[in-house]
């Protein structure tokens, strides 16, 4: 009976223990997971950020026209380059340039 006893004790003592570890398993796991999880959320975050300025960077430029003291300062070479065009016929029909400054979009 005493024999029975000890060996009981013995596998709770055995199961208590294995429960431990099964219990240190599963917070280590859950940890790595956490870190992971966090590592590619800050991956994606950044990436995201990343295609954003790319984004916010195009819209810049494609919005972009010279403002006035720009105008002025390359009001030559604007008309130098519309009569270069008209010459050589690249851009089309010579009738649509009118003035140096609309054939290139500027104010």
Partial sequence: M???RHREI???E???????MWSKDYKNYSEE???LHDKINKI????QEFLRKQMD???AKIGKKMNKQEFLLNKPLLKEINNKMRNTHYSGS???MGDGASAIGAN
Avoid: G, I, W
């Fill in 94 to 96: 010579p009738s649509k």
């Fill in 10 to 12: 013995r596998e709770k």
């Fill in 14 to 20: 055995l199961n208590d223990e294995q429960a431990s």
């Fill in 44 to 47: 994606n975050k950044d990436n």
């Fill in 2 to 4: 005493e024999e029975k």
């Fill in 33 to 35: 997971e956490r870190r």
């Fill in 57 to 59: 960077e195009k819209q």
